[in-house]
């Protein structure tokens, strides 16, 4: 008998659904229809791309697809989500306790001072450099400051992050810093954005507007792995260029 010679995996048998699994038990259909359908199946869902979907979006998919091996494919993606979810939220918990610190103590003198000096040197010199630092620190100022909002009010900050980003893309194209971006994010958004001060040094920040790629190239780079520092590299940058001198 067909069914004999052509033998189907437990594995296969759970992702082609229960009614054909009962079937090929009972002896109805052959190995081969089952092996069929489950290439059918995942042919399907390996070229589906869950490129760009949110939690919400995959979460819907589940309810409407019968293609079983999408469907794992699927949970699997919302169990990393969940994993990323958490370690995110652990790194925020730093983060914010980070900021207060950095309020009070950046450079010796509290951030937000930090972040006037940077304007009155870049107004004063019209140093490209200068002004390019400072859409960093604004922008890594913002990435922090959305982490203790909620809402709508979260959102806006995030969106002044993403502006603050496309803004500074002229300066890193003039100035011939190394930049891009990739979708290697291991976290809930589309894309990893990756700057590298003058001194070798790597900034990275999350950002899902879909417009980043208008003015970021692709860039082939790992993250380096130091969690929660792109403040603290920004601020010894500025330390080392530009406050050193200076009265504080």
């Not at 922090?144 to 300066?171: E, N, P, T, V, W």
């Amino acid at each position: 008998m067909e069914r004999a010679i052509v033998g189907v995996s437990s594995v296969i048998l759970q992702l082609v659904g229960k009614k054909m699994r009962n079937d090929y038990k009972n002896g109805k259909i052959s190995g081969s229809r089952v092996l069929a359908k489950y290439a059918r199946d995942k042919k399907e869902a390996d070229a589906f791309s869950l490129y760009g979907y949110r939690q919400g979006d995959i979460k819907d998919l589940l309810k409407e697809t019968h293609n079983n091996v999408l469907k794992q494919k699927l949970q699997d993606r919302l169990a990393d989500m969940k994993r990323a979810s958490q370690k995110s939220a652990d790194q925020n918990r730093t983060s914010l306790d980070k900021l207060e610190r950095f309020k009070k103590e950046a450079c010796g003198i509290g951030l937000r001072k930090v972040i006037k000096k940077m304007d009155a040197i870049a107004r004063k010199s019209k140093d490209r450099q200068a002004r390019l630092v400072l859409l960093l620190l604004e922008t890594e100022y913002a990435n922090l400051s959305a982490k203790q909002h909620r809402g709508k009010l979260k959102g806006k900050i995030y969106q002044r992050k993403d502006l603050l980003l496309l803004q500074m893309a002229d300066y890193l194209d003039k100035l011939h810093w190394k930049y891009g971006i990739n979708d290697e994010t291991g976290k809930n958004a589309n894309h990893l954005v990756y700057v590298y001060l003058p001194n070798g040094v790597q900034l990275s920040w999350h950002c899902n507007s879909f417009s980043i790629y208008q003015r970021y190239p692709p860039i082939d780079a790992q993250w380096d792995g130091q969690v929660c520092m792109t403040m603290e590299k920004i601020l010894a940058f500025i330390e080392n260029n530009y406050l050193k001198n200076q009265v504080v």
